[in-house]
């Protein structure tokens, strides 16, 4: 019982990883691969603060900040510099590894003995791992409301339509440019905000943890389209957390059949390329099924 709780509690604060993702991997249409670097760099920065006296709160919220400014770099290298989507994410991700050294100004730095967002008198007297599911209930709400709101405006439709079609987008006075680097920054500041969680959750930031977060978001989103199908806009966003959920859920599962954690990643990958090919072997699937019947496929 204890494990599916952590494992709940875990998804839906991993979920914010895959809500930022969602922003540009799917409504900007933007491969971003900052995430790879965002998530430590808000871990570095929150760990940091609260082991130099910081309040909790105001720690995560330069987490947030020093996300923003990441995609905000990845957003002026694209649009100002004319690099393309995936090298410019690259090219900052490889920076933030640096920055993120010289802001712990070591590999790692734990929280043992300091206050943390879970280390409240109502945090604390909640039953064990029940900490998580509440902290990431509570984040998870705000920022999923605030996303459907945001996106219900005219502000937002033209970050949607950005997405859609840019040239269109474009004729119709819309500054892409401008959507594409808020919509950086507002993802990767969410990117931030998941990195400075879970670092505060675990007790501690490191210069690596960064490694695979891009698949664990992709995995999260693709999840959930295939697990709910046919979605609007503002249900996906609730199946991108129900996904990540249920993608903790299996891991979970598969580390009780007695792999290694030194496998997630790689489980992590397969987990992905099987849901990925889930809608490409349905649709074969319905193909051949007629054959098999006898009839041809235009009848």
Known sequence: ????????????????????????????????????????????????AISRGIDPLL?????????????????????????????????????????????????NISLLGKPTLFS????????????????????????????????ATDYGQAFIATGDNATMARSLGIHTDKMVIVGLMVSNGMVGLCGALIAQNNGYADINMGIG????????IIIGEVAFGELTLNQRLVA????????????LAVLQLGFSANDLNLISSIVLAI?????????????????????????
């Not at 977060?213 to 999260?220: D, F, K, Y």
């Not at 991108?240 to 903790?248: D, F, M, P």
């Not at 849901?275 to 009848?299: A, F, N, S, T």
């Open 120 to 151: 409240g008198h109502f945090m604390t007297s909640l039953p064990q791992y029940f900490d998580s599911v509440v902290m990431g209930i509570i984040v998870i709400a705000i920022i999923t409301i605030l996303m459907v709101l945001f996106l």
């Open 59 to 107: 720690a995560t919220l330069l987490a947030v900040l020093a996300g923003m400014a990441a995609g905000l770099i990845t957003g002026l290298l694209y649009t100002k510099g004319k690099i393309p989507s995936l090298l410019a994410g690259i090219l900052t991700m490889t920076a933030i590894y640096s920055v993120n050294l010289r802001i712990m100004g070591k590999s």
């Open 213 to 220: 977060t891009i698949v664990i978001a992709l995995a999260s």
């Open 1 to 48: 019982m204890n494990l599916m709780v952590s494992a709940i509690g875990q998804g839906l604060l991993w979920a914010l990883l895959g809500l930022g993702l969602y922003l540009t991997f799917r409504i900007l249409d933007f491969c971003d691969m900052t995430v790879e670097g965002t998530f430590p760099l808000g871990a570095a920065t929150a760990v940091t």
């Open 240 to 251: 991108v957390t129900l996904g990540s959920i249920i993608y903790r859920i299996i891991l």
């Open 275 to 299: 849901c990925m090919m889930i809608p490409q072997m349905e649709q074969h699937l319905q193909i051949k099924k007629p054959i098999l019947k006898g009839v041809r496929p235009h009848e």
